[in-house]
């Protein structure tokens, strides 16, 4: 069976550091991937989604990237954080049509 | 208007109570809908899938009005562990999904 993990699961920064969250996944090869985040009380934000290695497609403008190095993991990084990057940011995979999600990190920005 | 919309509640019902929550949508060529359930500060789980003709299981029921565009999720006889967000998706391409802000529901014993 498939499972999708991502760490860490909390992580506390400071303004201006960088940021490196990984996901992997373990059962299928080439999935889509993808990276949201939810901010407190609020509903999922598509950040990035991937079909293969190397490609990368952004949905909303800022201080974040994604890369795809290899094909079961999926990487979101940031040069300097925001305060307003602060959430839940969650890795999830597509299989027949529904989206499977890990566990999440969530990401306090001070 | 918002390309998926939800009711952000929260719904207070009584536990056994029978719960209704309805979700529409804007892209009138989404052909996948999907109910997920998220518990306080964990990821979202998919409860079902819901399908042109009606589905259930166990004690929820989902329905989808295309020409509407409405999809609804129906739990009957409510527990205490039904408590969650609840979150409507719809299929926006091949690729991307477009999610709710989800309602909340707290079942009250």
């Known amino acids: 069976s498939q499972t999708i993990h991502q760490w860490p699961a909390t992580l506390v920064q400071p303004v201006g550091s960088p940021l490196s969250l990984e996901c992997t996944v373990e059962g299928t090869s080439n999935p889509n991937l993808y990276w949201y985040r939810q901010a407190a009380g609020r509903g999922l934000q598509l950040l990035f989604y991937s079909v293969g290695i190397g490609q990368i497609s952004s949905e909303v403008p800022q201080n974040l990237s994604a890369s795809r190095p290899q094909d079961r993991q999926f990487i979101l990084s940031s040069k300097k954080l925001l305060l307003s990057d602060s959430g839940f940011y969650l890795c999830a995979w597509r299989g027949n049509g529904e989206q499977f999600f890990g566990p999440g990190t969530r990401l306090t920005v001070l | 208007r918002k390309e998926v919309e939800q009711d952000p509640g929260p719904f207070n019902v009584p536990e056994g109570a029978t719960v209704a929550f309805n979700c529409t949508y804007s892209n009138s060529a989404s052909q996948s809908f999907f109910w997920y359930r998220q518990d306080c500060r964990k990821e979202p789980k998919l409860l079902m899938s819901v399908y042109s003709s009606g589905n259930e299981d166990g004690r929820f029921t989902a329905q989808l009005n295309r020409a509407s565009q409405y999809i609804s999720l129906l739990i009957r006889d409510s527990k205490l562990s039904d408590s969650a967000t609840y979150l409507c998706?719809?299929?926006?391409?091949?690729?991307?999904?477009?999610w709710g802000a989800g309602t909340k529901l707290i079942i009250k014993p």
């Open positions: 998706v719809v299929t926006a391409s091949n690729y991307q999904l477009i």
